[in-house]
């Protein structure tokens, strides 16, 4: 095998495991004996050209990535990319990152970080083209679809849920806010809790936990408070004015 190819083996590999798949499952998708993939995974034997961008698209990457060349280079721009996108988020300049974003999807096409990115930035341009929003949903649900990332598939849960509220799909929303992990199993309250860390580091953690969750306390108290948004008999046990009360002894606290 050329050194041109001679990443394919562990690059095929690792996609397949990706998705999930046995060899026998991607051979019949591929339309391809089983042993063919065991051969290309050993490297025994390599696919024809013909089946290159069958299996790129497959896999939602780009030939070269599923050749394994050059992965540092590709990481540095997909890096540079995004990089630059969140400085135009940062200045609300959603539309100008679109162009950017598809361009790199162009090359490396099925790249989470970079789809990610793309529905962000047209979920910020509703007003200008609302039809960005339902591209930026799909986007989302296909990257639900490929990663096998936790952490991306949090992400993506949790901007589901503003999305398909926004578009008033509240059942939707709520069930994309139900199959998020409860508060129990979320990383900051058991790193905090485990004696994992200790000392100067412990504190720093529980003060940043502090802020956070009494951040998140803060939210919520400001519904009680609001005269609008829940009714006298629903805010029972609290009352407008004791949420109002309890808001600010929190924010003492929080100082």
Same mark, same amino acid.
């Given at each position: 095998?050329t050194?041109?190819?001679?990443n ?10 990706g ?7 991607l ?6 004996s089983?042993?063919?993939?065991s051969?290309?995974?050993?490297g025994l034997s ?10 790129a ?16 280079r590709?990481n ?6 995004c ?5 135009l988020?940062?200045?609300?300049s ?5 162009? +950017? ?15 990610y990115?793309?529905a ?7 007003r200008?083209s609302p039809?960005?929003?339902e591209?930026?949903?799909l ?7 490929i ?5 991306m598939?949090i992400?993506?849960t949790?901007d589901?849920?503003?999305?398909y509220y ?6 939707k ?15 900051e309250?058991?790193l905090?809790r ?11 953690y529980?003060?940043s936990?502090i802020q956070?969750?009494g951040?998140?306390v803060?939210e ?9 948004? +829940?009714s ?5 046990p609290y009352?407008s ?5 309890k808001?600010e002894l929190?924010k003492?606290?929080l100082?």
């Open positions: 095998m050194n041109s190819t001679s394919f083996p562990s690059v095929m590999k690792a996609l397949r495991k998705r999930g798949l046995t060899q026998e499952q051979a019949e998708a591929l339309g391809i089983c042993q063919a993939v051969k290309w995974e050993t390599f696919p024809d050209v013909s089946l290159l961008p069958i299996m698209d497959y896999f939602g990457v780009s030939i070269d990535y599923l050749l394994g060349h050059d992965t540092s590709r540095e721009e997909i890096e540079k990319t990089c630059a996108a969140d400085e988020f940062e200045r609300k959603y539309i100008q990152a679109i162009p +950017l974003l598809r361009e790199m999807l162009v090359r490396y096409p099925g790249n989470e970080k970079l789809m990115k793309l962000w930035a047209l979920s910020g341009t509703i200008e039809e960005n929003y591209e930026a949903i986007l989302y649900l296909k990257i639900l679809e990663s096998t990332d936790t952490e598939r992400r993506v949790r589901l849920i503003y999305r926004t578009k008033g799909e509240s059942d929303a709520l069930f994309y806010a139900r199959s998020l992990p409860p508060f129990e199993f979320c990383r309250y058991n905090g485990s004696n994992v860390l200790e000392g100067k580091a412990l504190a720093e529980l003060q936990n956070l969750f951040s998140a803060l919520c108290l400001e519904y009680f408070a609001d005269e609008k948004i +829940l006298p008999e629903e805010k029972k009352t004015q004791s949420a109002r009360e808001t929190l003492k606290a100082l």
